[in-house]
């Protein structure tokens, strides 16, 4: 199983974004049969099954093994991924792209999709991916806000600098800043 899989296609979103796929792909987060995820959601395993094959055709199940069971094979399913990414290309955008305004929200949108998409394109198998994630939280008062990301902005602008020549590893750096809102309750949500 995958930590990640992209997906790209719009086939596959289709055959994702369907509330009773989403529920059955989390029953598959471990192998199991149809039957089994039938009896966890008290549904048919025919009305399953109908619902794994769309998933298993777009790529985000995979039949793990088979066995027999009176006579009758049964497959053993499991999700493809723990986590499964839409790219914001599958709309894609909508009007023009505005002038990069590094303050603005639309910059901080585009700046996550190109984040997304840079990560979608690493290559997992790697034996080794050097990388660094950081999330904090800051309190600056109002009046300290424009001095905060103008330090901020200096900072990282010296790192670029000090490490900006073409020998080496290439890294990317990207850095968000924006208001916290409250806590999203079902990011704290037990699946199980």
């Not at 199983?1 to 596959?12: F, G, K, P, T």
């Not at 900072?155 to 409250?182: H, N, S, W």
């Amino acid at each position: 199983m995958r930590d990640i899989l992209y997906l790209e296609e719009i086939e596959q979103a289709e055959a994702l974004l369907k509330p009773q796929r989403v529920e059955v792909l989390r029953q598959l987060a471990e192998p199991r049969t149809c039957s089994q995820v039938a009896e966890r959601l008290g549904q048919t395993p025919q009305r399953v099954y109908y619902h794994v094959k769309r998933l298993v055709d777009a790529g985000l199940v995979d039949l793990v093994s088979e066995r027999k069971v009176r006579g009758i094979s049964e497959g053993i399913y499991q999700a493809g991924a723990r986590s499964y990414w839409l790219s914001p290309r599958l709309v894609g955008r909508i009007g023009l792209r505005k002038a990069r305004d590094e303050l603005s929200l639309g910059y901080l949108l585009d700046l996550v999709e190109e984040v997304q998409a840079d990560i979608a394109a690493l290559d997992r198998t790697a034996p080794e991916l050097p990388s660094l994630g950081l999330s904090g939280e800051i309190h600056v008062r109002q009046e300290n806000r424009h001095q905060f990301m103008t330090e901020l902005q200096a900072m990282l602008q010296d790192l670029f600098t000090r490490y900006g020549g073409v020998e080496g590893d290439a890294f990317k750096i990207a850095v968000a800043c924006y208001p916290k809102t409250t806590d999203h309750p079902e990011e704290e949500r037990d699946d199980d």
